[in-house]
T-cell receptor, first 110, second 116 residues
Framework: EAGVTQSPTHLIKTRGQQATLRCSPISGHTSVYWYQQALGLGLQFLLWYDEGEERNRGNFPPRFSGRQFPNYSSELNVNALELEDSALYLC?????????FGQGTRLTVV | AQKITQTQPGMFVQEKEAVTLDCTYDTSDPSYGLFWYKQPSSGEMIFLIYQGSYDQQNATEGRYSLNFQKARKSANLVISASQLGDSAMYFCAMIIGSSNTGKLIFGQGTTLQVKP
């Protein structure tokens, strides 16, 4: 069974641009979570999607947004990129309680 | 406040020995779940073990066991017979069952280095 897959693995953008990160959950999982892991910091909760709806978001500005598609895959969009947005972005999927993570997208803003 | 505390930024262990990684949690909600994840340098978060707040027995998964002491609000991870491949960052995390926010609350992590 395929795990959570994220693309791209690495992404380099310049300040002010937009970044789009993608996540495909484990088959049958309806919930997708996004986390940001900045260098030297723990994981910060970004967004939770379930059944196509945004259920909860963390303490991040509105330029962090996303959506979940009918097949439960998800996109995270970051607009007006800032240097401090450079981080590892992890996606996780879950059916009931346990969350399984993808390998992450390493976003670098220059 | 809901919080996970991992007080050991870094740990060393000799190969084949056991090691305990500390985790304490804070919540007033009676329904919660506790997780441990391993993050190697590649970045992927690997699920290791789960303990529910109502589980009577300590969780075990192969060489991993969770020492759950509810009264002390601790959920330490014990790795037996350490291997070189166990060198990684380890995160303790908590989800609050009744609030259904979907949010995993993570600790700051512990870096484990296994020495040959």
């Amino acid at each position: 069974e395929a795990g959570v897959t994220q693309s791209p693995t690495h992404l380099i953008k310049t300040r002010g641009q937009q970044a789009t990160l993608r996540c495909s959950p484990i088959s049958g999982h309806t919930s997708v979570y996004w986390y940001q892991q900045a260098l030297g910091l723990g994981l910060q909760f970004l967004l939770w999607y379930d059944e196509g709806e945004e259920r909860n978001r963390g303490n991040f500005p509105p330029r962090f947004s996303g959506r979940q598609f009918p097949n439960y895959s998800s996109e995270l969009n970051v607009n007006a990129l800032e240097l401090e947005d450079s981080a590892l972005y992890l996606c996780a999927s879950s059916l009931i309680l346990e969350a399984f993570f993808g390998q992450g997208t390493r976003l670098t803003v220059v | 406040a809901q919080k996970i505390t991992q007080t050991q930024p870094g740990m060393f262990v000799q190969e084949k020995e056991a090691v305990t990684l500390d985790c304490t949690y804070d919540t007033s909600d009676p329904s919660y779940g506790l997780f441990w994840y391993k993050q190697p340098s590649s970045g992927e978060m690997i699920f290791l073990i789960y303990q529910g707040s109502y589980d009577q027995q300590n969780a075990t998964e192969g060489r991993y066991s969770l020492n759950f002491q509810k009264a002390r609000k601790s959920a330490n991870l014990v790795i037996s017979a350490s291997q070189l491949g166990d060198s990684a960052m380890y995160f303790c995390a908590m989800i609050i069952g009744s609030s259904n926010t979907g949010k995993l609350i993570f600790g700051q992590g512990t870096t484990l280095q296994v020495k040959p």
